[in-house]
């Protein structure tokens, strides 16, 4: 490793440049990486939106973070609820790579196959919250609390 003091006066001081630059071009690769061995053990796979998303390892890691404790850790709505959730944000916004992602997600926690034929035949309590992801989706500003009760 070349040691670069603010005092140097010959051509090494722009290999110092080089240097230090791709050691933090390592680390933020070996970051990423690690954050995909965990995405990998914790779901099987690594989604294209998390490849997507590797140039920004901070934002990585806080999606990754906040995804798994929202779909998969304790909480007071079902598993397949809230992949049901997932699946009406992705299809609001005619997205089908997630909407399949968590078309397979929710059968996998043991989701009832009949709700992805649509809405109609999904719960009551799920179908009451396409009105607010409408307006989630296209309108944020105009959310309100009775959207909410």
Known sequence: MIIC???ME???RSQCKRVQKQVIVNGEK????LLFMKALVSRGSVDAVSQQMASHPQYLESFLRTQHYILHM???????YRHYIAIMAAARYHCRYLVCL??????RV??????LQGLE???????LLD??????AHQPWLAACSHIQ
Request: hydrophobic content about 35%; overall charge positive; proline content about 17%.
């Open 102 to 107: 968590h078309s397979a997600q929710f059968l």
């Open 30 to 33: 070996e970051r990423v990486s």
């Open 131 to 136: 009105h607010i992801n409408k307006v989630l």
């Open 10 to 12: 010959y051509p090494l």
């Open 110 to 115: 043991g989701g009832d196959p009949l709700w």
């Open 74 to 80: 304790d909480g007071p709505l079902p598993l397949p």
């Open 5 to 7: 003091t603010s005092k």
């Open 121 to 127: 035949a999904a719960p009551p309590r799920l179908r």
